[in-house]
T-cell receptor, first 112, second 114 residues
Framework: RKEVEQDPGPFNVPEGATVAFNCTYSNSASQSFFWYRQDCRKEPKLLMSVYSSGNEDGRFTAQLNRASQYISLLIRDSKLSDSATYLCVVPRDSGGYQKVTFGTGTKLQVIP | DAGVTQSPTHLIKTRGQQVTLRCSPKSGHDTVSWYQQALGQGPQFIFQYYEEEERQRGNFPDRFSGHQFPNYSSELNVNALLLGDSALYLC?????????????FGPGTRLTVL
């Protein structure tokens, strides 16, 4: 099993729709998880952090399911500006330092 | 407050050559991590520098090496370039090595190997 797996998509959704992405991880000891957003030909930018069961920020909700080892990102009322690639990130602690593993990303295209 | 800066923005090299990429961290950050992002893939962790030493390393060959300077800036060196080294190289800085939630990325250096 890969350390971090994501459905690459693309997910094509109409404006106003609700869309959800999943990300599975293999290291059961991981304590923190992150969603990054990456626009085409730009650098990734932190969208949300997930430390316990979940996190909510406006239209975005991230949830963690430790038993099944996955995190999800839910986007409500999709906007055209949400079109981007969403990267799941799972750090692995090692003696106070971290190796950071990114998923391959899920591409979202919001259609007018 | 300047964010993470990288230079150059684009670079074209030929197979077998050597390349050096540079990164200046965000003000107040002392940890620098380097990533390679091939087209259509997520960033792959190369290594992390803290206190001028390599602290963590991903699955990259010894052709990839780095350095961190006393002012926390960093260099990534790649020797004996291969076609497969063509990618976007991202530098990220953070407040300390274990703080992924404070990690900021630079705009990247796009390397093309011919």
């Amino acid at each position: 099993r890969k350390e971090v797996e994501q459905d690459p998509g693309p997910f094509n959704v109409p404006e106003g729709a609700t869309v959800a992405f999943n990300c599975t991880y293999s290291n059961s000891a991981s304590q923190s998880f992150f969603w990054y957003r990456q626009d085409c030909r730009k650098e990734p930018k932190l969208l949300m952090s997930v430390y316990s069961s979940g996190n909510e920020d406006g239209r975005f909700t991230a949830q963690l399911n430790r038993a099944s080892q996955y995190i999800s990102l839910l986007i409500r009322d999709s906007k055209l500006s949400d079109s981007a690639t969403y990267l799941c990130v799972v750090p692995r602690d090692s003696g106070g330092y971290q190796k950071v593993t990114f998923g391959t990303g899920t591409k979202l295209q919001v259609i007018p | 407050d300047a964010g993470v800066t990288q230079s150059p923005t684009h670079l074209i090299k030929t197979r077998g050559q050597q390349v050096t990429l540079r990164c200046s961290p965000k003000s107040g950050h002392d940890t620098v991590s380097w990533y390679q992002q091939a087209l259509g893939q997520g960033p792959q962790f190369i290594f992390q520098y803290y206190e001028e030493e390599e602290r963590q390393r991903g699955n990259f060959p010894d052709r990839f090496s780095g350095h961190q300077f006393p002012n926390y800036s960093s260099e990534l060196n790649v020797n004996a370039l291969l076609l497969g080294d063509s990618a976007l190289y991202l530098c990220a800085s953070s407040l300390w090595p274990g703080s992924t939630d404070t990690q900021y990325f630079g705009p990247g250096t796009r390397l093309t190997v011919l």
